[in-house]
């Protein structure tokens, strides 16, 4: 999906160690398509700090919204 929006082949990919991110299967395929794989150090939020930041954006954005609505925090998943 990325390469497609930008037209550049993934390189490399920084993540936390979740285990869609560490399963064989997503290893296996990051292998397979020449994509070096790089796990942070466990607790350590502040090595990704770039995907770190864009969550917390986003989660200010979601309760602005519902706040700014009167929305039921229920609402959470369809607002993100």
Same mark, same amino acid.
Request: glycine fraction near 6%; hydrophobic fraction near 35%; include cysteine.
């Given at each position: 999906? %990325? ?7 993934? *390189?490399? +990919? ?16 990051? &292998?397979?398509?020449?994509? *070096?794989?790089? +796990? ?9 700090? %770039?995907? &770190? ?5 986003? $989660?200010?954005? %979601?309760?602005?919204? $519902? *706040? ?5 925090? *229920?609402?959470?998943? &369809?607002? %993100?």
């Amino acid at each position: 999906m %990325v390469e497609k929006e930008t037209n550049k082949q993934i *390189k490399a +990919l920084r993540s936390d160690r979740g285990g869609e991110f560490t399963s064989a299967e997503f290893m296996e395929y990051c &292998e397979e398509q020449g994509i *070096k794989c790089f +796990l942070t150090a466990p607790y350590s939020p502040q090595q990704n700090g %770039v995907a &770190e930041r864009k969550n917390r954006t986003i $989660l200010d954005m %979601v309760r602005a919204m $519902l *706040k700014g609505k009167n929305m039921p925090e *229920k609402f959470w998943a &369809e607002a %993100v």
